[in-house]
């Protein structure tokens, strides 16, 4: 009677079996862990470019803005009505201005003369033209101290304006006032004023209109009174932005422009 032989494979398979599951597990582990780490490696550097990526782009968009602006300033400076202009020849020429305006632009009460620093230098080169011209000044009777400055303007050509203009932006006076008057019922009158002298009294380059925040009390008062009474703005062709102011001052009384004057004062920087 024949007998079956002994299987003696089953075990080693099984045994065999298992170490490879071992070190595939081990090995499954290990790529894991490699592949892991990989992708750690991977991310950093994908992280240290994109970083990269955005600091050169931070950096071009900087640079651009920065070649923008120098263009815009460029194209500032040639619409400016001083590009050009000589402050230094204009400071010589502004001794003389001085005697009314103040060392500092800040104007005399005594003289009645208003301060000149902080305004636009379009509005002093266009005045300065109109006191040249006739346009202001031309009668003593009706306004004295226009016709005092006639004769100065006169002996100004138009660089000597623009050089006067440009040092008359470096100085820095303040008006002194010498008036009194309701500044909160000014504030209800200026609301039309403010639509070519701005909300603050700043000036409207679009519109021509001067600054009023540094212009002494008393100053903006006789001027208003000169454009209701027709020493100012009385004609268009020779003073478009004059003739606009004649109508408003024309329905304000002595009071509303002491009022208003007094308001302008307390949007002063």
Aim: some cysteine; proline content about 4%.
């Amino acid at each position: 009677m024949s007998s079956k032989p002994k299987n003696t494979g089953g075990p080693l398979v099984l045994a065999f079996t298992a170490v490879l599951v071992v070190m595939l597990f081990v090995g499954f582990k290990g790529l894991a862990k490699t592949a892991k780490e990989s992708y750690a490696k991977n991310q950093a550097t994908i992280t240290e470019i994109q970083e990269q990526q955005a600091k050169e782009l931070k950096s071009r968009s900087e640079k651009a803005q920065a070649a923008i602006a120098q263009q815009e300033d460029m194209k500032a400076q040639a619409a400016s009505p001083v590009a050009g202009a000589n402050a230094e020849l204009g400071k010589a020429k502004y001794a003389l201005c001085a005697t009314c305006h103040g060392q500092n632009g800040e104007g005399m009460a005594a003289l009645k003369s208003p301060a000149l620093a902080g305004q636009s230098a379009d509005y002093i080169i266009r005045q300065l033209q109109n006191f040249k011209h006739g346009v202001r000044g031309a009668d003593p009777a009706k306004d004295m101290a226009g016709a005092q400055m006639a004769p100065m303007a006169k002996m100004l050509s138009e660089e000597d304006m623009k050089n006067i203009a440009a040092h008359i932006g470096t100085l820095t006076g303040k008006a002194v006032h010498t008036l009194t008057g309701d500044a909160a019922a000014g504030k209800a009158k200026y609301a039309l004023c403010a639509t070519c002298h701005g909300p603050n009294a700043e000036g409207v380059p679009a519109m021509k209109s001067p600054g009023l925040t540094n212009l002494p009390d008393y100053y903006v008062v006789t001027q208003l009174k000169n454009f209701k009474h027709g020493v100012r703005g009385a004609d268009p062709s020779k003073d478009m932005q004059g003739s606009m102011m004649a109508p408003m001052a024309k329905m304000l009384s002595e009071e509303d422009m002491n009022n208003i004057a007094a308001y302008i004062k307390t949007l002063a920087k």
